[in-house]
């Protein structure tokens, strides 16, 4: 009778690319036999691995540990460990030990992605609460010392002036999460037209001037000289990231600062970008600011000074990514910490006519 084990079907079945990886060690977990891909992930040479320890080839404790219970038990025992370089896959590991002759079969499934997602769940649910707690705890202790009944008339219409905008930023909060998630979802469809960039760059300076001019900030509108083109977007959509940025540059600017609205043309792009001379973004955020509930340091001044004036959850700028993701654009940002930031925004620019 033919070893199953050594059948050209287990053969085919411990090298194909992209499933599980199957190694077979013996009862002293030595391995029998394991495909290329279980070689690439103990970053051995090919076949090298037969005839080495788990351990040796591996270096991984748990995975040595599973596999020897299983040999002493003789029972199927299923198991996580964490592989690979520096031991950052993780994987679901079975180890089935094989009849009469001995040995086991151990199997490794990749779940590092899962895992990943499992942790991102868990971050948004975590900010999310973060963020409607802060409000909510407010609202309740104004709601509770106008209820006592004890406060003056002026003090009442302060405190029901505080209830009404905390329940606005939560109102905010809602709609950027909600839109957000539409964007994600791929639920949005972008309605794509030619547009002419002067005149996008003309509605956001428009849009945004009066909120900039209550905050004693200028804003300008960067001359653009050069041939013309049209840049590819939906001009709702890009509209709402340019101003998002623009209202960032606001918010972070100080007092007598000025915010720069402008565009130009590079290498199959249009690129949309606001700049200002405010707090800045230090080197160790600017990676991350474009997740979402991504800030910096709370504790900045000018920040502060920001959040009571805006809300701040931390959404805007992965609406603006997802945004240019949405139109096969990108986002960036040129900044440096107390003199200024500039963000931008590229989007397709059409072909010459
Ligand atoms: P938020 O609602 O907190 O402004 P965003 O996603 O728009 O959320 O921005 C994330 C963080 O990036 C902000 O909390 C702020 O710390 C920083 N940031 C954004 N734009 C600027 C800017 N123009 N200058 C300095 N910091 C900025």
Redesign the pocket.
């Known amino acids: 009778m033919i070893d199953p084990l050594a059948s050209a079907a287990f053969t085919a079945l411990l090298e194909r690319r992209g499933g599980d990886l199957l190694l077979i060690v013996d009862d002293s977990l030595r391995i029998l036999r394991a495909g290329p891909e279980a070689a690439v992930l103990a970053e051995r040479p090919d076949e090298s691995l037969a005839g080495m320890s788990l351990i040796a080839a591996f270096g991984s404790a748990p995975l040595d540990s599973l596999a020897r219970e299983a040999v002493a038990t003789r029972a199927i025992l299923i198991g996580e460990a964490e592989l690979g370089h520096l031991g950052e896959r993780q994987f679901a590991v079975d180890a089935v030990p094989l009849g009469q002759g001995g040995g086991l079969l151990i199997s490794l499934h990749d779940i590092t992605a899962l895992r990943r997602m499992e942790r991102v769940r868990r971050d948004f649910v975590a900010n999310l609460g973060h963020e409607l707690r802060t409000p909510l705890t407010s609202i309740k202790l104004l709601a509770e010392t106008l209820a006592a009944g004890s406060v003056d008339p002026a003090t009442t219409h302060d405190f029901a002036t505080q209830i009404e905008r905390e329940t606005d930023h939560l109102a905010q909060l809602v709609d950027?999460l909600l839109d957000l998630s539409m964007i994600e979802s791929g639920q949005t469809r972008l309605a794509i037209e030619a547009l002419d960039p002067d005149e996008v760059v003309a509605g956001c300076v428009e849009r945004i001037r009066p909120v900039a001019e209550r905050r004693d900030v200028s804003v300008r509108l960067l001359p653009h000289s050069g041939p013309k083109l049209h840049a590819l977007a939906d001009p709702g959509r890009l509209g709402q990231a340019l101003l998002?940025?623009a209202?960032?540059?606001v918010?972070?600017?100080h007092h007598g600062g000025e915010v720069r609205i402008g565009w130009e043309a590079l290498e199959g792009v249009v690129r949309f970008s606001?700049a200002?001379d405010?707090?800045?973004?230090p080197d160790s955020?600017k990676a991350r600011?474009?997740e979402?509930?991504?800030?910096?340091?709370?504790s900045?001044a000018r920040?502060k000074d920001?959040?009571q004036l805006?809300?701040?959850?931390?959404?805007?700028?992965?609406?603006?990514r997802h945004i240019a993701e949405a139109h096969g654009g990108s986002v960036g940002?040129l900044?440096e910490e107390g003199l200024?930031?500039t963000?931008w925004i590229d989007v397709p620019s059409a072909p010459d006519a």
């Open positions: 950027e998002n940025l209202h960032n540059a918010k972070y600017s606001v200002d405010g707090i800045g973004v955020h600011i474009f979402r509930f991504y800030k910096v340091d709370r900045r920040e920001a959040e805006g809300g701040s959850a931390g959404i805007g700028l992965a609406i603006v940002l900044s200024g930031s963000f």
